[in-house]
Every structure is written in C-alpha cells, then in structure tokens.
C-alpha cells in the first residue's frame, strides 16, 4: 500500500516557477516508479514527468528543458521543480506510484495566470 500527498500548487504569473512535493508512505516507495500527471478542464489527464526507482527520467515534449522531476526515498517524497510557467501548464497536478497498481494522490491546482 502506497498512500501520497501533494503539496505546493498555487497561482502564479506566466514565467514564473511553483515546486510540487509528494509525501509517500508505505514499504514500497523507495522501489516503485513515480510521476506526475496533470489534468486541465475539459483534457485527459497527461503524464508530465515520470522517474524509475533507479532515477532515470522522462518529461513530456511540452515541459522538456523547463520541469524537473526528482525523488528522495529517504525521505518519501517526490518532487516537480516547474521553471518558466506557462498559461497552457494549468491543470491539477497528481501524484503516481506504480507498484503492482496505480496509486494517486488528491491532486493540487496550478493556476497560470497574469
């Protein structure tokens, strides 16, 4: 069982940055893949940016070179440093652990806007 937390949404200016954090509990964090998604009103949720238990990661084309995924199993959390926002990035934001099934967070809104 993998139990997870998001913290850290909010609203910010275009060009501006926001960093989620993930709060993990459960045995299975430190060996699961994780991600984030993101989901805006009237879309399918998306996949923003996932990272293996062993660290390496993918991003999706529209946030490559301006999101950062990262993970601390010491800790059980997991991170998205999102840089050079954009009105398009607004959406709830989840969490994901991947370990024998899917577990999600509750979500936390990013809202871009001047």
């Known amino acids: 069982q993998v139990q997870l937390v998001e913290s850290g949404g909010g609203l910010v200016q275009p060009g501006g940055s926001l960093r989620l954090s993930c709060a993990a509990s459960g045995s299975s964090f430190s060996i699961s893949p994780m991600a984030w998604y993101r989901q805006a009103p009237g879309k399918q949720r998306e996949v923003v940016a996932h990272i293996s238990d062993s660290g390496t990661e993918n991003y999706a084309d529209s946030v490559k070179g301006r999101f950062t995924i990262s993970r601390d199993n010491a800790k059980n959390t997991l991170s998205l440093q999102m840089n050079s926002l954009k009105p398009d990035d607004t959406a709830v934001y989840y969490c994901?652990?991947?370990?024998?099934?899917?577990?999600w967070g509750q979500g936390t809104q990013v809202t871009v806007s001047s």
């Open positions: 994901a652990a991947f370990a024998g099934r899917v577990y």
